[in-house]
């Protein structure tokens, strides 16, 4: 990842389903390779903020997730236009902690559709993406 592109580290209890709906943080510990998931990342060059979904990979031993950032609702060419300096199918690691969403009804979270169903905790967010 480029140089001044951070991943963002939300509040423990900040991950939320696909409709807004905050869950258990305990909720990312069942993120596993080939679950798709949403993380925001900072360009503090570009001074720019964008939430991407992630189609997992990989959890290595140290329990990082690694992920391919996909084009799914992203602007095109954001990062020629000032944005958010990552490129579509660029690879990307980060902390659990960092999961900000998990769209439980998409394909390839099939394992996480019952237990997001059940982890949902707090209030629903009107809109999902980057959080403050």
Known sequence: MKDGIVIFSPKEEDVYDWSGRQLSPETRGHIRAGNFVRVQLNDEVNDAIEAVYVEITEVDEQDLLHGIVRDTYRTDNASENGGVRVENGETISFA????????HLWEGNENLRDLVEQARTGPARSITGILE
Do not use: F, M
């Open 96 to 103: 659990r902690r960092c999961v900000i969403e998990i769209p």
